[in-house]
Protein backbone atom coordinates (compact mmCIF):
# COMPACT_ATOMS: atom_id res chain seq x y z
CA UNK A 1 0.00 0.00 0.00
CA UNK A 2 1.66 3.47 -1.20
CA UNK A 3 1.50 5.84 1.76
CA UNK A 4 2.27 9.19 0.50
CA UNK A 5 3.70 11.84 2.95
CA UNK A 6 0.46 14.39 3.28
CA UNK A 7 2.38 17.71 4.02
CA UNK A 8 4.78 16.92 0.94
CA UNK A 9 2.33 16.05 -1.58
CA UNK A 10 -0.39 18.84 0.08
CA UNK A 11 2.30 21.47 -0.54
CA UNK A 12 3.24 20.26 -4.17
CA UNK A 13 -0.30 20.81 -4.78
CA UNK A 14 -0.56 24.20 -3.58
CA UNK A 15 2.61 24.71 -6.01
CA UNK A 16 0.72 23.26 -9.15
CA UNK A 17 -2.21 25.28 -8.82
CA UNK A 18 -0.14 28.55 -8.85
CA UNK A 19 -0.86 30.04 -12.45
CA UNK A 20 1.60 30.11 -15.45
CA UNK A 21 0.91 33.94 -15.35
CA UNK A 22 1.88 34.30 -11.76
CA UNK A 23 5.43 32.75 -12.39
CA UNK A 24 6.03 34.44 -15.40
CA UNK A 25 5.92 37.99 -13.67
CA UNK A 26 7.66 36.49 -11.05
CA UNK A 27 10.65 35.44 -13.36
CA UNK A 28 10.36 39.31 -14.71
CA UNK A 29 10.28 40.85 -10.67
CA UNK A 30 13.50 38.86 -10.34
CA UNK A 31 15.07 39.61 -13.43
CA UNK A 32 13.87 43.36 -12.84
CA UNK A 33 14.65 43.57 -9.37
CA UNK A 34 18.47 41.95 -10.05
CA UNK A 35 18.82 44.58 -13.01
CA UNK A 36 17.60 47.76 -10.36
CA UNK A 37 20.33 46.90 -7.67
CA UNK A 38 23.41 45.68 -9.55
CA UNK A 39 22.94 48.54 -12.16
CA UNK A 40 20.22 51.32 -11.88
CA UNK A 41 21.63 51.66 -8.23
CA UNK A 42 25.28 52.56 -9.80
CA UNK A 43 23.58 55.99 -10.61
CA UNK A 44 22.59 56.89 -7.63
CA UNK A 45 24.58 59.36 -5.54
CA UNK A 46 24.18 56.59 -2.09
CA UNK A 47 24.82 53.85 -4.09
CA UNK A 48 25.82 50.69 -1.14
CA UNK A 49 29.16 48.19 -2.19
CA UNK A 50 28.70 45.70 -5.33
CA UNK A 51 28.17 43.09 -2.24
CA UNK A 52 25.50 44.98 -0.64
CA UNK A 53 23.83 45.91 -4.21
CA UNK A 54 23.83 42.00 -4.96
CA UNK A 55 22.15 40.69 -2.06
CA UNK A 56 19.71 43.69 -1.78
CA UNK A 57 18.78 42.63 -4.99
CA UNK A 58 18.64 38.95 -4.41
CA UNK A 59 16.14 39.82 -1.72
CA UNK A 60 14.02 41.89 -3.22
CA UNK A 61 14.44 39.73 -6.61
CA UNK A 62 13.26 36.41 -3.66
CA UNK A 63 10.60 38.66 -2.26
CA UNK A 64 8.88 39.11 -5.59
CA UNK A 65 8.95 36.10 -6.71
CA UNK A 66 6.72 34.70 -3.29
CA UNK A 67 5.00 37.59 -4.16
CA UNK A 68 3.77 36.86 -7.23
CA UNK A 69 3.57 33.00 -6.84
CA UNK A 70 1.43 34.40 -3.39
CA UNK A 71 -1.20 36.24 -6.00
CA UNK A 72 -1.33 33.88 -8.35
CA UNK A 73 -2.25 31.00 -5.52
CA UNK A 74 -4.98 33.53 -4.07
CA UNK A 75 -6.42 33.95 -7.90
CA UNK A 76 -6.55 29.79 -8.49
CA UNK A 77 -7.42 29.13 -4.76
CA UNK A 78 -10.52 31.74 -4.40
CA UNK A 79 -11.77 30.06 -7.63
CA UNK A 80 -11.72 26.65 -6.41
CA UNK A 81 -13.13 28.03 -3.01
CA UNK A 82 -16.10 29.35 -4.63
CA UNK A 83 -15.09 32.98 -3.54
CA UNK A 84 -14.75 35.80 -6.47
CA UNK A 85 -10.88 35.95 -7.66
CA UNK A 86 -11.18 38.83 -9.25
CA UNK A 87 -12.04 40.68 -6.27
CA UNK A 88 -9.15 38.89 -4.13
CA UNK A 89 -6.57 39.00 -6.79
CA UNK A 90 -7.16 43.12 -6.31
CA UNK A 91 -6.95 42.81 -2.65
CA UNK A 92 -4.17 40.62 -2.27
CA UNK A 93 -2.43 43.05 -4.78
CA UNK A 94 -3.85 46.35 -3.38
CA UNK A 95 -3.59 46.15 0.36
CA UNK A 96 -0.48 46.81 1.22
CA UNK A 97 2.28 45.16 3.77
CA UNK A 98 0.76 41.56 2.79
CA UNK A 99 -2.43 42.54 4.14
CA UNK A 100 -4.34 41.98 1.74
CA UNK A 101 -2.82 38.71 1.07
CA UNK A 102 -2.86 37.97 5.39
CA UNK A 103 -6.85 38.87 4.94
CA UNK A 104 -7.47 36.26 2.23
CA UNK A 105 -5.72 33.29 4.38
CA UNK A 106 -7.65 34.39 7.25
CA UNK A 107 -11.03 34.85 5.52
CA UNK A 108 -10.89 32.12 2.85
CA UNK A 109 -13.85 29.75 2.89
CA UNK A 110 -12.78 26.12 3.83
CA UNK A 111 -11.65 24.10 0.67
CA UNK A 112 -15.11 21.98 -0.88
CA UNK A 113 -12.87 18.82 -1.32
CA UNK A 114 -11.92 17.63 -4.76
CA UNK A 115 -10.21 14.39 -5.16
CA UNK A 116 -6.27 14.99 -5.52
CA UNK A 117 -5.75 12.44 -8.70
CA UNK A 118 -9.10 12.89 -10.71
CA UNK A 119 -10.72 16.81 -9.34
CA UNK A 120 -13.73 15.18 -8.76
CA UNK A 121 -15.96 16.57 -5.95
CA UNK A 122 -15.65 14.94 -2.42
CA UNK A 123 -18.32 15.41 0.24
CA UNK A 124 -17.12 15.44 3.63
CA UNK A 125 -16.64 12.06 5.24
CA UNK A 126 -15.47 10.50 2.14
CA UNK A 127 -12.92 8.01 2.71
CA UNK A 128 -12.12 6.98 -1.21
CA UNK A 129 -12.87 9.38 -4.43
CA UNK A 130 -16.06 7.97 -6.40
CA UNK A 131 -14.51 8.58 -9.83
CA UNK A 132 -11.04 7.17 -9.27
CA UNK A 133 -11.41 5.47 -6.10
CA UNK A 134 -8.48 7.11 -4.96
CA UNK A 135 -7.65 6.75 -1.25
CA UNK A 136 -8.82 10.21 0.73
CA UNK A 137 -7.58 9.86 3.97
CA UNK A 138 -6.54 6.49 5.47
CA UNK A 139 -9.25 4.54 7.10
CA UNK A 140 -9.76 2.03 9.29
CA UNK A 141 -9.44 -1.59 7.62
CA UNK A 142 -11.70 -3.03 10.19
CA UNK A 143 -14.52 -0.37 11.63
CA UNK A 144 -13.38 2.03 7.78
CA UNK A 145 -12.99 5.11 10.49
CA UNK A 146 -10.61 7.86 9.60
CA UNK A 147 -7.24 7.16 11.27
CA UNK A 148 -4.02 9.27 11.17
CA UNK A 149 -1.45 8.59 8.96
CA UNK A 150 0.76 7.44 11.63
CA UNK A 151 -1.56 6.09 14.09
CA UNK A 152 -0.30 2.55 14.57
CA UNK A 153 -3.60 1.16 16.15
CA UNK A 154 -7.00 2.61 15.23
CA UNK A 155 -8.88 4.51 17.76
CA UNK A 156 -12.34 3.25 17.65
CA UNK A 157 -11.49 -0.18 17.09
CA UNK A 158 -7.94 -0.88 18.34
CA UNK A 159 -7.29 -2.84 15.17
CA UNK A 160 -3.50 -2.68 14.04
CA UNK A 161 -3.07 -0.49 10.99
CA UNK A 162 -0.73 -1.71 8.61
CA UNK A 163 0.47 1.39 6.82
CA UNK A 164 3.16 1.64 9.86
CA UNK A 165 3.77 -1.92 11.60
CA UNK A 166 3.79 -3.93 8.34
CA UNK A 167 6.77 -1.86 6.93
ZN1 LIG B 1 -10.59 10.83 -7.95
ZN1 LIG C 1 -11.09 0.73 13.54
New binding site residues.
Partial sequence: MQVKSETQTGFKSHLRIIPAWAWALASIAFIAAQWFFNFEMVHQTQCPPAWGRFLLGLLAGIGAVCLFALIGYVNRDAKRRGMSPTLWTIIAICVPNGIGLLLYFVLRRPLPSSCPQCGNAIQPGFNFCPGCNYKLSPS??????I?SAGDTY??????TQGNKAAQ
Fill in positions: CPQCQRVCPYCGT
